[in-house]
């Protein structure tokens, strides 16, 4: 995957291992070491949508919650963050 902003490579979605991250500690690095925003929200919101699917590991279900591995709701956010990364891609064509 590209950095739609500035054109630099970052590894793609394939290269990340989900148990190799905190996607939250990448978004904040995006934003505030790199000023890439859109990539950070992008990451945010996937991990806002797992939450909001009903995905829990099982440090963060509640009693009567299913739970999934780590390694299931990594790859989980990997998938939304691809998504919302090509999404941010035919959104930025569109206004070329």
């Known amino acids: 995957m590209e950095s739609i902003a500035r054109g630099t490579a ?5 290269d990340v291992s989900p148990s190799d991250v905190s996607y939250t500690e990448v978004a904040k690095m995006l934003r ?3 000023s890439l925003e859109r990539e950070a929200a992008s990451i945010e919101h996937a991990v806002d ?12 279900a509640t009693p009567g919650e299913r739970v999934i591995s780590t390694h299931a709701m990594g790859e989980a956010i990997a998938v939304w963050v691809c998504q919302a990364a090509g ?10």
């Open 49 to 60: 949508s797992a939450l909001g699917s009903g995905m829990r590991t099982a440090d963060i």
């Open 10 to 14: 970052i590894p793609s979605c394939t």
């Open 87 to 96: 999404q941010m891609q035919r959104s930025l064509r569109a206004e070329e």
């Open 32 to 34: 505030h070491s790199f």
